[in-house]
């Protein structure tokens, strides 16, 4: 499928290690087609890159692959969708992985109508929407903390001692604060947020403010942490994140996308 694609690319699969990006990258010297967008969205969570379960080189090569590429970085991200030019998709268990291409019992359906293949891209891409986008710099950032980030997590596994618990949390930190600069290089928390209230009405209908909340936090636990309060390049997070969501809803209101009738939010039609 990968093979025959003329225009666009989706590959969305929470762990990606160089396997998965050999396996693309064979795939994709037997092609013809040049200049193609590509969409990566995966999960870069920092005790996913600390087990290897992800491999942010892997990532940074399938990003050269495809030099038009889009990558996002989303946590909790579950999917796992392969689509080309918007009419075929496979959507499977796997992971772009050794186990998720080879080693494990996996399962997958692919779709060749044009109409479906669309659907499940477009679902893709409205994902993609609450994500991040990952530039050069944040993915090689990520890339040289990857390599300490495993070693920490291999010394702390062998050992109980405080230090090598203190270097893995100091590192775990790092990775995390790299991403949440990366999750709001566009602009503020709220607008992340309002995005996601966005998405949320249209996928379960009016919502109430109470409603909203946990699947608000569901969405973007990095985001919203009810524990502490993480200050990152002057930014203030933490307990003060149903504030943002507030304000996105209010500016969400003065543009006319949603409105708020005795108590419950819905989008404006």
Not at 83 to 98: E, F, K, M, Q
Not at 145 to 158: E, N, V
Request: charged content about 20%; aromatic content about 4%; hydrophobic content about 40%.
């Amino acid at each position: 499928m990968l093979a025959s694609a003329s225009s666009r690319v989706t590959l969305c699969a929470p762990y990606i290690t160089e396997h998965g990006a050999d396996v693309v990258r064979s795939i994709w010297n037997n092609s013809t087609a040049v200049g193609l967008g590509a969409l990566l969205l995966t999960d870069l969570s920092p005790l996913a890159i600390c087990t290897g379960a992800t491999d942010p080189c892997a990532i940074a090569a399938l990003s050269a692959l495809f030099p038009s590429s889009r990558f996002v970085h989303l946590p909790r991200l579950h999917a796992k969708v392969y689509a080309v030019d918007r009419s075929h998709a496979i959507v499977t268990s796997g992971n772009l992985t050794y186990g998720g291409l080879i080693g494990n019992h996996e399962c997958g359906l692919l779709v060749d109508d044009p109409v479906a293949a669309e659907r499940i891209d477009d679902e893709v891409v409205a994902f993609a929407g609450l994500g991040a986008h990952v530039d050069k710099s944040t993915l090689d950032e990520m890339c040289a903390l990857s390599a300490d980030a495993r070693a920490a997590y291999r010394a702390q596994t062998a050992s109980a001692s405080r230090e090598s618990t203190r270097r893995l949390r100091s590192v775990l930190k790092s990775a995390s604060d790299t991403l949440v600069r990366a999750r709001l290089a566009e602009g503020p928390i709220h607008r992340v947020f309002a995005k996601t209230i966005e998405f949320l009405l249209h996928r379960h209908g009016p919502l109430s403010t109470e409603a909203m909340h946990p699947l608000i936090q569901q969405m973007h636990p990095d985001l919203c942490d009810d524990t502490i309060d993480r200050v990152i390049d002057g930014k203030r997070f933490g307990k003060k994140w149903k504030h943002a969501a507030r304000t996105a809803q209010q500016q969400l209101k003065k543009r006319g996308t949603i409105t708020n009738v005795a108590g419950t939010w819905t989008l404006v039609a």
